[in-house]
Structure formats: C-alpha cells, structure tokens
Antibody, heavy 116, light 107 residues
Framework: EVQLVESGGGLVQPGGSLRLSCAASGFSVSSHYMSWVRQAPGKGLEWVSVIYSGSSTYYADSVKGRFTISRLNSKNTLYLQMNSLTSEDTAVYSC??????????WGQGTMVTVSS | EIVLTQSPATLSLSPGERATLSCRASQSVSSYLAWFQQKPGQAPRLLIYDASNRATGIPARFSGSGSGTDFTLTISSLEPEDFAVYYCQQGSNSRFTFGPGTKVDIK
C-alpha cells in the first residue's frame, strides 16, 4: 500500500528547532518529487518546500533560510529541519508525493506548536 | 509568486444542485492547475490534475476546465459527501501555491 506517515511534531519554544520525518511505503521517495505542506489551525493549505529526484530544493519565502528539506533514500524517508521557529510556524505539517505538477498521496500530518 | 484567488469564499447549496467554483491565477499557469477536496480532520484529496483530468477513483460528477489564468471546478449534482472545502493549486513552477479555498456547505 502506498502510504506516508509523518512524525516528529510537538511543542517547541520560539526560536527553537524541530526535525520532522515522513516515512514512505509502497514507493521510493527518490523517484518522485516530494513536498511539505502546512495548515495553520482553521486556515488554508500553504506549500512549504519541495525536493526533486535530482535533489534540487525550493522553499516558500516564509521559511527560506530557516527550513531545510532532505531525504534519506536508504530509509525511504523525507525530512524537514525547522530552525528559528516562531508562532507563525504553528501548523499541521504534511508530506505529499509529487505527481504531474501536483500531489497525489498525502500523509495525515504532524502538529507543530510554537509557544512559550 | 503566483497568487491564486478562489471565488466564492462560501457556496451554500442543497444536495442535487450544481456547484461551480472558480480559481484565478495572477499569471498564466498553463494547464498546471489541480483541485483538492478537504474535509475536517482529513488530508486533502486530489480531485483534478492538469486542469481537467480526474484523479484515480474520482466520480464523474467532478469536472475541471480552463487554462492560462481562469479555471473552474464543477460538481454536476452535489452528493451529501461533497460538502467540504475545495482548494485549487498551481504547479507551473517550482514554487507551488494554493488558493484560499471555497467552502461548500449545506443550504
């Protein structure tokens, strides 16, 4: 079964760091572009970052310079390293598999709360 | 950044009625436009990709049209399970963006 399962969310203080993981099954993360998308409580979807098969990466302006996307092919896992977190980063973070300019498979997400 | 605008923000309809949702891009996205459905507590579900292609398992009552900057999602006859929030998303470059969403609720 094709599946994505996120982990690593939690409560972190402003200025802190967190690393999210997204474990894939049923396909190889290295064969697709993969993204992180977030959704603040009661708000819409916001694209965060993408990593392509060739390892090129891109970021939303709101996280550029603070977040880093990566993958470990041997573990078939996608990561998001988040530094210098602020309350504006509080959201459910989901990973998604790329497909023809969009995303066809999504995980259920992991909640990140930035608060003192 | 390509900005997507969706209208209306809320659409109040009854089961069996036709729903027409609009998405406009701030610049051309060619046909790289997708539509998602999201219900509370659930992950988004891909409905339409490349502006007009239904994703796997999506019922024929969902259809998409448009190209360039103006796109439409049509639900021909609303079923009870179709009441949800709908997002458009562009993938014409490597900085993807989503629209703010249209909520389809029961009248």
């Amino acid at each position: 079964e094709v599946q994505l399962v996120e982990s690593g969310g939690g409560l972190v203080q402003p200025g802190g760091s967190l690393r999210l993981s997204c474990a894939a099954s049923g396909f190889s993360v290295s064969s697709h572009y993969m993204s992180w998308v977030r959704q603040a409580p009661g708000k819409g979807l916001e694209w965060v970052s993408v990593i392509y098969s060739g390892s090129s990466t891109y970021y939303a302006d709101s996280v550029k310079g603070r977040f880093t996307i990566s993958r470990l092919n041997s573990k078939n896992t996608l990561y998001l390293q988040m530094n210098s977190l602020t309350s504006e980063d509080t959201a459910v973070y989901s990973c998604a598999r790329g497909y023809l300019g969009t995303f066809d498979i999504w995980g259920q997400g992991t909640m990140v709360t930035v608060s003192s | 950044e390509i900005v997507l605008t969706q209208s209306p923000a809320t659409l109040s309809l009854s089961p069996g009625e036709r729903a027409t949702l609009s998405c406009r891009a701030s610049q051309s996205v060619s046909s790289y436009l997708a539509w998602f459905q999201q219900k509370p507590g659930q992950a988004p579900r891909l409905l339409i990709y490349d502006a007009s292609n239904r994703a796997t398992g999506i019922p024929a009552r969902f259809s998409g049209s448009g190209s360039g900057t103006d796109f439409t999602l049509t639900i021909s006859s609303l079923e009870p399970e179709d009441f949800a929030v709908y997002y458009c998303q562009q993938g014409s470059n490597s900085r993807f963006t989503f629209g703010p969403g249209t909520k389809v609720d029961i009248k």
